[in-house]
């Protein structure tokens, strides 16, 4: 079983900050990519910015330039760990934000799970 565990949201006005942590733990062997989505009401959960084991990000349009996706990152440790520093925040950024991670357990079988989501809701 691999879990994961989202804290950090709230409700803050547009133009404040906010930082997102997600940890995973549980019977894994490595973790390849972790990342955060969102669902705003109404729509369909898309994409806010991902990161490999090795270091290498990807973010959406809509938070480039105010989003920065990071990990734990002890040198020659594995990544258990990832962290969205959101800032410039606007109203339309209000959703549940989701952490998921995609690797391998230690019997050698792909996960791809999802936390339990956190909401952040921006107020104008």
């Known amino acids: 079983q691999v879990q994961l565990e989202e804290s950090g949201g709230g409700l803050v006005q547009a133009g404040a900050s906010l930082r997102l942590s997600c940890s995973v733990s549980?019977?894994?062997?490595?973790?390849?990519?972790m990342g955060w989505y969102r669902q705003a009401p109404g729509k369909q959960r898309e994409l806010v910015a991902t990161i490999t084991n090795v270091g290498t990000t990807n973010y959406a349009d809509s938070g480039e330039g105010r989003f920065t996706i990071s990990r734990d990152n002890a040198m020659n440790t594995a990544m258990r760990a990832v962290y969205l520093q959101m800032n410039s925040l606007k109203p339309e950024d209000t959703a549940v934000y989701y952490c998921?991670?995609?690797?391998?357990?230690?019997?050698?079988?792909?996960?791809?799970?999802w936390g339990q989501g956190t909401q952040v809701t921006v107020s104008s």
């Open positions: 549980g019977d894994i062997f490595m973790v390849n990519r």
């Open positions: 998921n991670s995609l690797g391998y357990d230690r019997s050698y079988r792909v996960f791809d799970n």
